[in-house]
């Protein structure tokens, strides 16, 4: 079974970088026709996606969020990583990392603040 579990700093200061790394086990994230995503929940509000990697490397990312974002991968070590540049305390959420040919498989979320 696929699992994914994400790790990255949980505070960080406005105009800080945040990093998250989601590490998959159980699958390669070169599966053929599946996709690596990051969502966020804020407090209060519904789920955003915030982009994707494809099985083949390629990325995409929301456009409300495109200037800020960069999605990478590390095929070696079977992980994706998130890039947000420039947080402010509108960034504060749970982000989860998600894979599959759909929304199929999803970490277990990981609480991410943006206070001074």
């Not at 990325?59 to 974002?69: E, M, V, W």
């Amino acid at each position: 079974q696929v699992q994914l579990r994400e790790s990255g700093p949980g505070l960080l200061k406005p105009s800080e970088t945040l990093s998250l790394t989601c590490t998959v086990s159980g699958g390669s994230i070169t599966t053929n026709g599946y996709y690596w995503s990051w969502i966020r929940q804020p407090p209060g509000k519904g789920l955003e996606w915030m982009g994707a990697i494809t099985y083949s490397g390629v990325p995409f990312y929301s456009p409300s969020l495109k200037s800020r974002t960069s999605i990478s991968r590390d095929t070696s070590k079977n992980q994706f990583t998130l890039q947000l540049n420039s947080v402010t305390s509108e960034d504060t959420a749970v982000h989860y990392c998600v894979g599959g040919s759909g929304w199929d498989y999803w970490g277990q979320g990981t609480q991410v603040t943006v206070s001074s």
